[in-house]
């Protein structure tokens, strides 16, 4: 089992950054990618940015240039650097942890981005 504990989210101006944190915990050997999902109300779950086998990186094209994924293996724990931020990056956003086909979930940490 792996534990999966964000921290980070809240409340944020057009223009603003917010830096979210995820800490992992538990059997954590042997996973081939960590990263970010989002959800917005009404939305499906959409894949953020993630790293790959730990050095490869990947966003979705509404977000790069503005975001960047980070991890810092001594402290088991992964970052997502989110700047320039947009009302419509208001969402619920989720850190996973992925082990061959099988996907670990934090419990999830707000962003919202007032106009």
């Known amino acids: 089992q792996v534990q999966l504990v964000e921290s980070g989210g809240g409340l944020v101006q057009l223009g603003g950054s917010l830096r979210l944190s995820c800490a992992a915990s538990?059997?954590?050997?042997?996973?081939?990618?960590v990263g970010w999902y989002r959800q917005a109300p009404e939305k499906e779950r959409e894949l953020v940015a993630s790293i790959v086998s730990g050095r490869y990186t990947n966003y979705a094209d509404s977000v790069k240039g503005r975001f960047t994924i980070s991890r810092d293996s001594a402290k088991n724990t992964v970052y997502l650097q989110m700047n320039s931020l947009k009302p419509e990056d208001t969402a619920v956003y989720y850190c996973y942890a992925r082990r061959i086909d099988f996907h670990y979930w934090g419990q999830g940490t707000q962003v919202t981005v007032s106009s």
């Open positions: 538990g059997s954590i050997g042997g996973l081939n990618a």
